[in-house]
């Protein structure tokens, strides 16, 4: 067996047994509100300082990808024992992202102390802070432990660093069990951030004659060389890793490479390496497409070799009568002496941190700690999540760590440190609480500076009450008297409430907008609430106006921080709401609790058709509450659970479901964690089932032994598929046979994708024999698929006899310039394909001619996709070439990311301009490399064919 498959499935086996006792509302009894408390300190030290996105990114990585999520990146060194963050690659680890843990490790503690670990408040906190920074949200399942050992050689051996190539990236990855598209899309986190010039030197620097890399964009480099000149002397100096947007989590870093403006060299080989540069072209192009990869990806490694049970512990208890634990964000304000392991006070002021010495310790702790600051400051960047640190540049410059929790960065003599010292530590140490001796002898190290221990306890006090006045409470409006109802504590942030510092006018605000939500409830037929952050207590107001609507039929709450308290709201109401045809709730961390809290309303609910519930942190057991209301509600048609944390025994809840159920129609279950056995389970309900119609299971991991079961079930179906969805289900040439077969069988189906596996060119030869005996599909996705010419050319042959398929998704297929001719010499004649997607296939110019002068006698084609194909200007002029002749078919037309300048840009506009009677009403030409005159040549051509003939032509660049 190949070694890496091994490595692979033991991993996978380790995630699973470790996975199993963790789950999406594992804190929901024992600490409630932690969601929510991490989610209120994280907005408000990143609104403060936007280096922490970036920076948490990047120590979730170091984290997870060493020994996995086990929070082991937190523990410092003593003088026993080194630890994780001595290995080089970890020196300059960004000290807002560990500032932004203190911050709600703190919270957490004083809500719940404990309880929870610093692994999951890592977790949690990478993907908060993507997601507020404009990336995805998606669910984590928690119940990680903190581990109990840190390597400080495994860092430097085991995280990829800037100058590896591609191939090292892929085996680096590819041990831990990620494909490349993992790899790829991870990489993408690189939209945040900045990297030392020392990073990219050999770039800028280390090209013929001194010169920089041919495949940096000139602009770029040269401004590089500019502001990193003084780099040996300056090692701070840095720049951001994009250059575009680098404040906010998008595609723009991917958009970046394909424009020579990646900054690392493992960046910028991304673009470059055949197994790497399909994904970076579909994500360049496809924010969507990257956003749920890398979703994904991330979910999957913060699932890394977690730790429970006997293999780890919770780190980071704050009990008060513990003097070894650290206040983290608690604490005194005053001047504190460095003095080894104490800290002493000049002053009782209140100040946001403190440290109270510890007792010697016997084992590693969970220690946060601080880099002492640099010397420059980054107003607006982050850390890199791989390789950056608190840096400067011409772009920008940084001090990434400042005084401990918003203290001056200047200290007073003797607050810095001792001896030229490399940190700062900051602990937050584990443990059971030291013995009264052991405690004694740390009050008497400490009591020569401090006021005696009565003083000790009072301002223990006054600590406690700045914590509750840190985190969300009620809010009174203090300028009138009047508290809020109790029932309501208006909120526009996330799952929260506001903080007790709102003005009276936030607040005021707040009660408009909900008054003008309720109206729109009460008086539209389509209500569209997503991303409004009403939260849960807003929800309780405006849920009132569902009781008795007559009006709204379809009702969008998706995105607005509603978590399991606020379903509560609906009881009562949607019993006796008919009305309501559709409820969407996706984007809120509703949990098991809340579907199992929902699925006991709806199962009285006589009007809802299609209920959504994608991305909202439902497990297993919130999958068998909504199952067990499915068998009893006989309404409910749609149903769309994707994107969750369901497993096998999840799936095998809903299959039970679909032997009772007569109602469903369509089941989406995309990006869970169904797996082979999953895809078992699900087979034997659909085997009993005869309603259901469309079936969306792409992203499951249902491998070839999955998909075998599933289409085994879907060939002996009573009922009429009409829709399969397995992309992304890792269905090699093998798993191809099984789906060929069930082609053949099906009289029903109309709609298949396959898209994102590797069926590769044996597969599409299946796959097209099978096509040639099926009359009823119409729309078939090959996308991303790893074929080739022989493939498509297989595929091509099909298509003479077939006259039913009309849409053919081929992109980011390597089918190169041979797979165009022979598709394109039979469509030139034959089929009857009205869209034709080819994008991303590596045609080039000679692909370019092909479909020219396919064009010139094909009578179907409406729609065509050619996207990053390198046309360049010489296949755009092809292409302009036959748009002088033909075609009274050809409506859309997509040329972006073809590298195009303004002689192609010129021959598009002239080819409009001769043929006023030319079909196409679109033409897309976004991110190209036109200048002012080829656009102005596009527009005038536009209006010119307004003019003549009064058609509009929507040209995008």
Not at 214 to 223: D, G, I, S, V
Not at 342 to 357: A, E, G, H, M
Not at 544 to 568: H, M, P, Q, R, W
Not at 744 to 761: A, C, F, G, V
Request: overall charge neutral; charged content about 20%; glycine content about 8%.
């Amino acid at each position: 067996m190949d070694t890496h498959l091994v490595v692979v499935l033991a991993l996978l086996a380790a995630a699973a047994a470790a996975e199993a006792k963790m789950s999406a509302d594992y804190y929901s009894k024992t600490c409630p509100r932690a969601d929510r408390i991490i989610a209120d300190v994280l907005a408000q030290k990143q609104i403060s300082n936007p280096t922490t996105a970036a920076g948490v990114l990047r120590l979730f990585f170091h984290d997870c990808f060493v020994g996995g999520c086990d929070a082991s990146v937190l523990v410092a060194s003593t003088a026993a024992a080194r630890s994780e963050r001595d290995a080089d690659v970890n020196l300059s680890l960004p000290g807002d992202a560990f500032d932004a843990l203190a911050r709600a490790k703190a919270a957490l503690e004083v809500e719940c102390p404990g309880v929870v670990s610093c692994a999951d408040l890592l977790a949690v906190a990478e993907r908060d802070l993507v997601t507020m920074t404009g990336g995805p949200y998606y669910p984590l399942r928690l119940g990680r432990k903190d581990g109990l050992s840190s390597s400080p050689s495994a860092p430097d051996a085991e995280i990829p660093h800037a100058n590896l190539t591609v191939s090292r990236l892929v085996a680096v990855f590819a041990a831990k069990g990620f494909t490349v598209q993992d790899l790829v899309a991870l990489s993408g986190a690189h939209t945040l951030g900045f990297s030392h010039c020392k990073e990219f030197a050999a770039r800028i620097y280390g090209g013929s004659g001194g010169g920089a890399d041919p495949t940096m964009n000139p602009a770029l480099a040269k401004r590089l060389q500019e502001a990193c000149r003084d780099y040996r002397r300056d090692p701070t100096i840095a720049a951001f890793n994009d250059v575009m947007t680098p404040g906010r989590f998008d595609n723009m870093y991917f958009v970046n490479l394909r424009r020579g403006l990646g900054l690392l060299a493992t960046d910028q080989e991304l673009y470059g390496d055949a197994r790497t540069r399909p994904h970076v072209e579909r994500y360049a192009a496809n924010e969507t497409a990257f956003f749920a990869d890398f979703a994904r990806a991330a979910r999957r490694l913060s699932h890394h070799g977690v730790k429970n049970g006997a293999n780890g512990e919770v780190g980071g208890g704050m009990n008060l009568p513990d003097l070894r634990v650290m206040w983290l964000g608690l604490a005194a304000r005053g001047t504190m002496r460095w003095s080894g392991d104490d800290v002493v006070w000049s002053s009782l002021l209140l100040k946001p941190f403190v440290l109270i010495p510890s007792a010697p310790r016997r084992r590693h702790h969970h220690h946060l700690s601080l880099p002492t600051p640099p010397h420059r400051r980054l107003p607006s960047s982050s850390s890199s999540s791989r390789h950056a640190s608190p840096a400067s540049s011409s772009f920008a410059v940084t001090r990434a760590a400042r005084e401990l929790f918003d203290g001056s960065a200047d200290r007073p003599p003797g607050g810095v440190g001792r001896g030229g010292a490399r940190r700062r530590e900051y602990r937050v140490e584990q443990g059971e609480a030291p013995p009264a001796a052991a405690a004694a002898a740390a009050v008497r190290g400490v009591s020569p500076y401090v006021v005696p221990a009565a003083a000790v306890l009072a301002l223990s006090f006054v600590i406690w009450r700045v914590v509750q006045n840190l985190l969300p409470g009620k809010t009174k409006d203090q300028s009138s008297g009047e508290s809020t109802p109790s029932g309501i504590m208006w909120s526009f942030a996330a799952g929260s409430n506001l903080s007790t510092s709102a003005s009276f006018n936030a607040e005021k605000e707040s009660r408009k907008n909900l008054n003008k939500f309720y109206k729109e409830i009460r008086t539209l037929k389509n209500v569209n609430m997503a991303g409004r952050q009403f939260g849960d207590e807003g929800l309780f107001f405006l849920a009132e106006s569902l009781a008795y609507n007559k009006s709204a039929e379809e009702v969008d709450f998706s995105g607005n921080g509603i978590t399991a308290v606020g379903i509560e709201a609906f009881d009562g109401i949607l019993q006796i709401n008919t009305a309501l045809k559709s409820l969407n709730l996706s984007g809120n961390a509703i949990g098991d609790e809340g579907a199992k809290c929902l699925s006991d309303i709806l199962v009285e609910n006589v009007g809802i058709q299609k209920l959504l519930l994608n991305s909202t942190n439902i497990g297993d057991e919130g999958a068998k509450a909504i199952s067990d209301m499915l068998k009893k509600n006989k309404t409910i048609r749609t149903l769309q659970l994707s994107n969750n944390t369901i497993e096998y025994s999840g799936f095998a809840s809903i299959a039970e479901a679909l032997l009772e159920n007569n109602v469903l129609r369509s089941l989406f279950v995309n990006g869970n964690y169904g797996g082979p056995l999953g895809a078992s389970s699900l087979a034997k309900g659909i085997l009993g089932n005869k309603t259901l119609r469309e079936l969306h299971l792409h992203g499951n991991g249902f491998g070839n032994e999955g998909v075998r079961a599933l289409m085994s079930a879907l060939s002996a179906h009573k009922g009429k598929t009409t829709v399969l969805d397995i992309g992304n289900n890792n269905i090699t040439s093998e798993g191809s046979l099984h789906v060929a077969e069930f082609i053949k069988r099906t009289k029903s189906l109309l709609w298949l994708s396959l898209y994102m596996n590797d069926i590769s060119d044996e597969g599409a030869e299946k796959v097209a024999d099978a096509l040639k005996q099926n009359k009823t599909i119409s729309t078939v996705d090959l996308g991303g698929n790893n074929i080739h010419s022989k493939g498509v050319s297989a595929i091509a042959e099909t298509l003479k006899d077939n006259s039913v398929v009309t849409t053919l998704e081929l992109s980011y297929n390597p089918i190169g310039p041979e797979g165009v001719k022979a598709l394109c010499d039979v469509l030139k004649f034959n089929g009857k394909i009205q869209t034709l997607k080819l994008g991303w296939c590596q045609i080039g110019v000679s692909g370019a001619e092909f479909v020219a002068d396919c064009l010139k006698y094909n009578t179907t084609l409406s729609t065509l996709d050619l996207r990053a194909n390198g046309l360049g200007d010489d296949g755009a002029i092809c292409l302009a070439r036959s748009f002088k002749i033909i075609n009274e078919s050809l409506t859309s037309l997509d040329l972006g990311f073809n590298e195009i300048r303004d002689d192609g840009a010129f021959a598009l506009a002239q080819a409009l301009k001769a043929n006023e009677d030319l079909a196409v009403t679109s033409l897309n030409l976004a991110n190209n490399f036109f200048t002012k005159f080829g656009q102005v040549a596009l527009s005038e051509a536009r209006d010119h064919v307004y003019e003549m003939s009064e058609k509009e032509i929507d040209i995008f660049f």
